[in-house]
C-alpha cells in the first residue's frame, strides 16, 4: 500500500510559508518521499499502517490550505508512468535516450 498526499497551501505571508514548511518538512520525517514539489507519497504495509499515517497528518495540517490522501496498492503504483518530453531533448547528449532509471 502507498499514501499519497497532494496538498495546495498558501506561502503569501511569512506566518503561511512557514506553515507550509512545517508541514513538508514533517511529511518527509514521517518517511513520505517526495515525488513533486506538492505531491508524497509514502510506502504502507497494510491498512492499519495506512491510517496510523493518516492520524499522524491530522497533527501536522497547516491552518489553510487544500490536503488530499490517496491511498493506492503497490499494483497501482508500479502502473505509474513518468511522461518526458524527449523533443526537448534532442539536442542535449546527455538526454537522448529519455530512459528512467528506477531505483526500488
Request: proline content about 5%.
Amino acid at each position: 500500500m502507498w499514501l499519497f498526499v497532494f496538498f495546495d497551501l498558501p506561502v503569501t505571508s511569512k506566518e503561511e510559508r512557514k506553515a507550509a514548511t512545517f508541514f513538508r518538512r514533517e511529511l518527509l520525517k514521517d518517511g513520505y518521499l517526495m515525488l513533486q514539489f506538492s505531491v508524497y507519497a509514502r510506502p504502507c504495509g497494510d491498512w492499519s499502517r495506512l491510517e496510523k499515517h493518516k492520524k499522524r497528518l491530522q497533527y501536522t495540517l497547516p491552518p489553510q490550505g487544500s490536503i488530499r490522501v490517496l491511498p493506492i496498492t503497490d499494483k497501482q503504483f508500479q502502473n505509474m508512468e513518468e511522461l518526458i518530453n524527449c523533443e526537448k531533448f534532442k539536442k542535449s547528449k546527455e538526454h537522448q535516450n529519455c530512459q528512467q532509471l528506477l531505483l526500488f
